[in-house]
């Protein structure tokens, strides 16, 4: 009987153009958006420099802490490095010949470096390499300051191997798949309510049970099978899949509840969009403390939906194991408990 | 047509509409993404390492730092706010200077100071933000610089900043999600409600209800669109022109949104349709986003014609002789859509009497 409800759900779903569209044409433009991002980061400053006479070990330091000085055998060779054809730097600091002796002997030079900027680099930048090659300048010159740093570094050090953005997209794909997947049952449902097919279907030996377990495996098939589907195309099940199935599990069931609330509340796809947008734009807030590091705070971990993100993210990008994101796992089990004993209850109410 | 007939139907339309999700909606929408944009390309993706300090005695450095234009300077109350925003990635690098910080600093003594940084933040943003500091810190000092600085621009490319390269997405945005998601929908609920044949039955003509919607729709684009070249300070010298030129492009998505409305059967259908066109609606402004792609590509979508008039006059101060020709292709497409709704309204017609 609940297979049957099932499989006329899904029907139902699915020959609804908007939403059929949505998430076979969605699944596909997604992959697409993390496949066309680059997969790496520059994680360097590279800039090319003439005459080349910095030190080989001095070259060897700077690269270590990020900056790539990339010595030239002539001014044109250096200004060829920042064409188009070659691009290899967009920024090359011309010195004097003899500039590294001078400046170790005379502590200064009579002569004008000069840094030169491609076009197109930003201007907010540009102080940046000033204070670089004025730093270069001190230290070949030989005066120090009289301070040392002792480094914490907080969370995970990444140094030399940092997240490409496509990584953190991870999160927010998985999270726009069961958005829509949420409409998606919202509209499904909230269409059968006004329709008053649901009494229809409660006439037969069907009870009301069955009718929100049907609803419940509908929408947690739909939106775990797409979810993980995606997930695993992007090459997100590489690490731990079973953990990261076990958060798209929970955080399926979670939409699902919240679809419940949705539909129950809506009676048509306008009045679903109405609902479901403000709902969304709130479940999807503690993804865009991970696309964008820092645009939010702790408050986020008030919403439910952090907990799935938290655990994608970290299992994906950190691999992180069952030990490290247990809590997660435990705290989102308990909002989608919750919510789904809510969307329940509001279904109850609407049937009556 | 009957003019009073048509601003009766309008102002119907308008009363419904006003409390409608996608009439709010239409108009938010792209203020949010404005907002968020602004938000996005201003600080989080200016390229610029971010430092956070803490000052426990208004330390010199911290002031200084403050002027400096190559790192965004956050400042923080405690250590353990430090750390916290060093964790969630607010800052790449996190200092914490003891209040003797500025007496140990100039009386040259060995001073160790305590930086935390932000695991995933860019080897290249460290170097710069510990080059920032020291650089400083030799300021501080008096240490005079060793050598004089000037500066060489190379090529001829031009730079445009993300935000201004976006601006043409988030105008067609105000354009069209108003200009044809309201009267596409309104049209299809009407028919959806049978309230279309009603109005059928009464002296008004399908001609009168479309011109009503159409009058929505243009007034509500237009004035979407005016909000989000003001936010955006885009005006350019021309506002005559620009507010001509942003009528004519509503009046472009109107027409599109009438006729999805004439050929979608139920709201379910004009979504889907909607959605499937979305790339061909805004393929233009996606190209704006990349320079390097063959201008001549954008010559092939119609919004192109909308949009890049509207990019002339309010970005680069086109005056109208620079956008004829765009405008001219312009009232052409609207001509087509006219004459393509004409026939569909005749069909509707049939079938709604």
Redesign the interface.
């Known amino acids: 009987m609940i297979r049957a409800l099932v499989t006329k759900d899904i029907t139902l779903f699915f020959r609804n153009q908007f939403f059929a569209i949505v998430s076979v044409l969605g699944l596909v433009a997604y992959a697409a958006v993390y496949f066309l991002m680059p997969k790496t980061v520059d994680d360097t400053l590279t800039i090319g420099i003439y005459p080349p006479e910095i030190p080989a070990v001095f070259l060897e330091e700077t690269a270590d802490s990020g900056i790539v000085f990339v010595p030239k055998d002539s001014e044109e060779a250096l200004r060829a490095g920042m064409s188009a054809q070659d691009n290899e730097y967009n920024v090359a600091f011309l010195f004097p010949e003899g500039w590294v002796r001078t400046l170790a002997l005379s502590h200064a030079l009579d002569q004008d470096v000069t840094i030169l900027f491609t076009s197109d680099f930003p201007d907010e930048l540009k102080e940046a390499y000033v204070v670089i090659l004025e730093e270069l300048s001190y230290t070949l010159s030989g005066q120090t300051i009289n301070i040392s740093a002792t480094e914490e570094v907080v969370g995970q050090d990444l140094a030399g191997d940092p997240l490409a953005a496509r990584e953190r997209m991870v999160p927010l794909l998985a999270m726009i798949v069961l958005m829509v997947e949420t409409m998606g049952l919202a509209s499904l449902i909230a269409s059968e309510v006004e329709e008053h097919t649901l009494q229809a279907v409660l006439t037969t030996p069907v009870r009301i049970g069955h009718l929100f377990l049907s609803k419940g495996i509908t929408g947690v098939t739909l939106a775990f099978v797409q979810s993980a589907l995606l997930v695993a195309v992007i090459g997100g099940l590489r690490q731990a899949p079973l953990l990261i199935l076990a958060a798209l599990l929970l955080g399926s069931i979670l939409v699902t509840a919240v679809a419940f609330l949705i539909g129950s509340s809506s009676k048509d796809l306008l009045s679903v969009m109405a609902w479901a947008v403000p709902v969304l734009i709130v479940l999807a807030i503690p993804t865009f403390g991970i696309v964008f590091p820092g645009a939010t705070t702790v408050w986020t971990r008030i919403i439910p939906t952090y907990y799935l993100v938290d655990t994608l993210h970290k299992v994906v990008n950190f691999g992180a194991g069952w030990a490290d994101v247990w809590q997660n796992l435990l705290i989102l089990l308990g909002f989608s408990a919750g919510f789904t004993a809510l969307g329940i209850l509001a279904l109850r109410r609407k049937y009556r | 047509m009957n003019l009073k007939r048509i601003i009766t139907l309008f102002w119907r339309d308008f009363r419904q509409g006003a409390r409608?999700?996608?009439f709010i909606?239409s108009i938010v929408t792209p203020i949010v993404v404005s907002l968020i944009l602004s938000l996005?390309f201003g600080t989080?993706f200016?390229?610029?390492p971010?430092l956070g300090i803490v000052d426990e005695g208004g330390s010199e450095l911290a002031r200084r730092a403050h002027a400096?234009?190559?790192?965004i300077v956050k400042d923080y109350d405690s250590k353990q706010a430090l750390?916290?925003?060093?964790?969630?990635?607010?800052?790449d690098v996190g200092m914490l200077l003891p209040a003797t910080f500025d007496q140990d600093?100039r009386a040259?003594?060995?001073?160790?100071?305590?930086?935390?940084?932000?695991?995933?933040s860019?080897?290249?943003?460290?170097?710069?933000i510990?080059?920032?500091i020291?650089?400083t810190?030799?300021a501080m000092?008096g240490?005079?610089?060793?050598?004089?600085?000037?500066?060489?621009?190379?090529?001829?490319?031009?730079?445009?900043?993300w935000q201004e390269r976006l601006l043409p997405l988030v105008v067609l945005l105000a354009v069209f999600v108003g200009g044809f998601l309201v009267p596409a929908?309104s049209l299809v609920?009407e028919r959806q409600r049978r309230t279309l044949t009603a109005v059928s039955t009464t002296p008004a003509t399908l001609g009168e209800v479309f011109a009503a919607k159409g009058l929505l729709g243009v007034l509500l684009s237009t004035l979407t669109g005016l909000i989000i070249l003001a936010m955006n300070s885009a005006f350019g010298t021309r506002p005559a022109l620009l507010l001509l030129t942003l009528v004519l492009a509503a009046a472009m998505a109107t027409l599109i949104g009438l006729i999805l409305g004439a050929v979608n059967k139920d709201?379910?259908?004009l979504?889907?349709t909607v959605?499937?066109m979305g790339i061909l609606l805004y393929a233009p402004a996606i190209l704006y986003m990349f320079p390097n792609i063959p201008k001549w590509i954008g010559y092939l979508f119609p919004t192109y014609y909308a949009i890049s008039p509207i990019i002339a006059i309010s970005r680069d101060n086109a005056v109208l002789a620079d956008v004829a020709l765009e405008l001219g292709v312009l009232l052409a497409l609207i001509a087509v859509l006219i004459g393509v709704l004409a026939l569909l309204s005749n069909r509707l017609k049939l079938r709604e009497l």
């Open positions: 409608g999700f996608l909606f996005v989080i200016s390229g610029k971010r400096l234009s190559s790192v750390i916290d925003a060093a964790g969630r990635g607010a800052i600093v040259n003594t060995e001073t160790e100071i305590v930086v935390y940084v932000w695991g995933e860019l080897v290249k943003d460290r170097a710069i510990v080059t920032v020291s650089r810190l030799r000092l240490q005079a610089v060793p050598i004089n600085i000037v500066t060489e621009t190379v090529g001829t490319a031009e730079s445009i900043p929908t609920e709201i379910n259908a979504f889907a959605k499937s």
